[in-house]
């Protein structure tokens, strides 16, 4: 089956760590996103990648990386100067973005990540 | 710039009466609208897209939603919720000349009393 896999579901974190997301895709998608959500707010994206080896800065970008050497995979490190951590992390990806190609994104099903 | 407005954010309905879940957007684009559902705990699911073709979309689980780019409007409805239908929905925009990026809404709670 097609789709987009994020591991783990559930993950604690001490302070002062670094944890990774996982994220990876068989969709044949170029472009791949992390959004963090809290607890009644949207979506707030964190990074993007169009391509393999490129990377953008969405808007709550402090504290976080991310890697793409592969086109099925978009790591997260929650490093430890990200404050404020708890929240629910959202992966999707979509077949491109260039002109013409409003496409629909595709969601993995989140990591609840809670700082311990 | 592109935004998204969803114009409440809590709905209540009885099971079996309609849906009506409101979205207004802005681009100065010629846009795509999207409408997702989110269970608790769980990813978004996609419902329907409007991609500049029909202007009235039929999704899945009888939902469906109007484009009307005179009100820049994408209401979210259906015609008799069910029980299973509770959960989050967002309103999403993109357009080309916003680098085709996804702008979410803030989300509507939808809950349905037996």
């Known amino acids: 089956d097609g789709g987009i896999t994020q591991s783990p579901k559930y993950l604690f974190r001490k302070e002062g760590q670094n944890v990774t997301l996982s994220c990876e895709q068989n969709l044949n998608h170029d472009a791949m996103y992390w959004y963090r959500q809290d607890p009644g707010q949207g979506l707030r994206l964190i990074y993007y990648s169009q391509i393999v080896n490129d990377f953008q800065k969405g808007d709550i970008a402090e504290g976080y990386s991310v890697s793409r050497e592969k086109k099925e995979s978009f790591p997260l490190t929650v490093t430890s100067a990200q404050k404020n951590p708890t929240a629910f992390y959202l992966c999707?990806?979509?077949?491109?973005?260039?002109?013409?190609?409003?496409?629909?994104?595709?969601f993995g099903q989140g990591t609840r990540l809670t700082v311990v | 710039a592109q935004s998204v407005t969803q114009l409440d954010s809590h709905v209540s309905v009885s099971e079996g009466t309609p849906v009506l879940l409101r979205c207004n957007y802005s681009?100065?684009?010629?846009?795509?609208l999207f409408w997702y559902v989110q269970h608790p705990n769980k990813g978004l699911q996609l419902l329907l897209k409007y991609t500049s073709a029909a202007t009235l979309v039929k999704g899945i689980n009888g939902f469906e939603a109007e484009f009307k780019k005179s009100e820049t409007s994408f209401h979210l409805t259906k015609p008799s919720a069910h029980m299973s239908d509770a959960a989050e929905y967002f309103c999403?925009?993109?357009?080309?000349?916003?680098?085709?990026?996804?702008?979410f809404g803030g989300g509507t709670r939808l809950m349905v009393k037996p």
């Open positions: 999707a990806s979509r077949k491109g973005i260039r002109p013409g190609m409003n496409t629909e994104a595709f």
């Open positions: 999403v925009v993109s357009a080309n000349n916003a680098g085709n990026m996804l702008t």
């Open positions: 681009s100065s684009y010629s846009p795509s």
